[in-house]
């Protein structure tokens, strides 16, 4: 759910490794290089894989003289592992390199009306048939600059290195909608957003010629942190509404807030560490997507009430600079009695925001790979407990969970990458 969940980890190092990997854009940085009917790429670029491994080890090395109690090693031998596997499943499919285009596409706002909005797909070239789409679906931001199309890598385009096309979206309130505020845990508005811009991609790999292995639309969907949300939320609403359009083999999901009531709560009884700015984000986000109208004088304090439309809206500060500007992470020092009482008057519109957006109580005909930390200190273990136990009593799609002590937030996403690149293999 935090911004700091991979840009404070292994993903900020490759982030610093990486920036000379980003998708080069046009000389303006607006000229249309290639339109179908659905979709426009506005910039491309392509790298190896052996340049993408050598990133990713370097930023582990980077990783483990800055933080000494991650488990280095462990790492290490864990990728050391995933290389090996990807270098001879390349040999096998006769796999060159991989694009990364920066992309446009058709959606929908809250409302229904059409927004164009962008993302970045990668591809891998090869000989064989593609293996299929993953659908990523990426975590908290508040910087427009961390958004895929502008940001300088995404560690899940090793995925195209195992022969899948990879697809993620900006979300509306990133890149092409900047000037829009973003949905944030509004999960089906955001996971429309996701499930277009595949669609999307795989009709125009398909009008260029590209071969699947499966003539199905096979997908596999993965994210963590609020991206693991939004991945159920997505498969939820494919198996709902575009069964016929996809073929789920699997969806991946780490350390996810899914139960927004569960989460709340906790957060007003202090029993995570989740930082206030990303917690007034959830109100604002679902004020936005709900069309609610919000007063927030009535739940912001003034430093947050004075400066919230600026830190916020603008896209110039991450979540990390938002709470150094906020000055406390004491949910008390920053919002109104009224908002630390989950019982007002007040929260009661949120509260049936949060029942509306919890992506908890449905049941899920593909399979389902939940992660969590037991140890997580922004994302409460009861979230994933809960969609367990839920889907495990009410589906009889295979449910399967890893959770264990593997760090904080921000140190167990580096675990959950690995196990889904394993997953993919």
Known sequence: MSGKIAYRSIIAILLGCAFFVSCSK???????????????????????????????????????????????????AEFDIIDSKISRIDDSIGFKSIDCDVVRYESTGINGEKLELSGKIFVPKQEL??????????????????????????????????????????????????????????????????????????????????????????????????????????????????????????????DGPYDLETTYRQVINGNTGLPVSIAALVLIGLDYAENMNTDFSLYFGNKLLDNYKNWYFSKNYSTSEITDQLGTDVLSQAMTPATCNYESEAMKPFVAAFRKNSVVEWSPVAPVWLYHSTTDDYIPLANSENVYDYFKAHSSA????????????????????????????
């Open 129 to 254: 048939p593609l293996r299929g789409i993953v659908i990523v679906n990426h975590g908290t931001i508040t910087d427009d600059d961390e958004a895929p199309s502008n940001s300088s890598f995404q560690i899940e385009s090793l995925m195209a290195a195992m022969g899948y096309a990879v697809s993620i979206s900006d979300y509306i309130g990133f890149g092409s909608t900047k000037n829009l505020p973003q949905t944030y845990m509004a999960e089906d508005t955001t996971a429309i957003s996701s499930i277009d811009l595949e669609l999307a991609a795989y009709n125009y790999l398909k009008g260029k010629g590209y071969e699947f292995e499966k003539p199905d639309n096979k997908v596999y969907i993965t994210g963590y942190s609020q991206g693991a949300a939004v991945s159920l939320a997505v498969q939820k609403l494919i198996e709902k509404n575009y069964s016929g359009k996809f073929s789920i083999s699997k969806t991946f999901a780490g």
């Open 398 to 425: 295979s449910v399967e969970k890893d959770f264990g002590d593997y760090g904080s937030h921000t140190e167990a996403a580096a675990g959950y990458y690995f196990k889904v690149f394993k997953g993919l293999l």
């Open 26 to 76: 046009d000389p303006d940085g607006n000229v249309e290089k290639e339109k179908d009917s659905t979709l426009t790429i506005v910039s491309s670029s392509s790298y190896s894989y052996p340049f993408l491994s050598g990133i990713i080890k370097a930023a582990l090395n980077t990783l483990g003289s800055e933080d000494p109690d991650i488990d280095i090693a462990g790492l290490k």
